[in-house]
C-alpha cells in the first residue's frame, strides 16, 4: 500500500484530470460562424432532407439540399421578406420562422434551440461568408 505522502498527490492528480474531462464535456463546438458553416452544420442536415427544403420540392423557392443551393437561398428574398438581413435576426425571415413557436421547423424534427441560437449570432454579427 503507497504511503500516505504518496496517495494525496495522487487524489489531486485525479481530481485535476476528472476536472478536466469535465470541461471538455461542456464545451462546445467554437468552429467560426460563417454562412458556410452554419449551411453544413445546420441547414443542409435538418432542411435540406427529403420532404423538406430540396431542389425538388422548393418550398417557398428555398433548397437547402445542397452548399450551392442553401448558398443561394440564403441570398434570396421570400415574399417580400429578405431571409436573411445581415446585422438583425428580427429582421431576417430565416429567423423569424425558426423561432415561431406555432410553426415548427423542420416539422418532423424541430431545429435544436442551440442551433436557432447559432443561426440568431450569426444573422446579428452580420452573416458573414454570405456577402
Known amino acids: 500500500m503507497p504511503h500516505a505522502s504518496v496517495r494525496a498527490p495522487m487524489k489531486f492528480l485525479a481530481c485535476v484530470l476528472l ?21 453544413e452544420a445546420i441547414l443542409v442536415p435538418f432542411c435540406g432532407r427529403a420532404g423538406c427544403h430540396t431542389a425538388e420540392t422548393q418550398p417557398h423557392d428555398l433548397a437547402f439540399d445542397t452548399i450551392d443551393n442553401a448558398m ?15 446585422g438583425s435576426a428580427d429582421s431576417s425571415e430565416l429567423f423569424t420562422i425558426l423561432s415561431d413557436s406555432r410553426r415548427i421547423m423542420p416539422p418532423d424534427s424541430p431545429l435544436p434551440d442551440a ?3 447559432l443561426i440568431e449570432n450569426w444573422i446579428n454579427a452580420g452573416a458573414p461568408g454570405l456577402q
Open 115 to 117: 442551433n436557432k441560437m
Open 19 to 39: 476536472a478536466f474531462v469535465a470541461s471538455c464535456a461542456d464545451q462546445t463546438d467554437t468552429r467560426p460562424q460563417t454562412a458556410d458553416y452554419i449551411i
Open 72 to 86: 443561394a437561398s440564403l441570398k434570396k428574398t421570400d415574399r417580400g421578406m429578405q431571409l436573411v438581413v445581415p
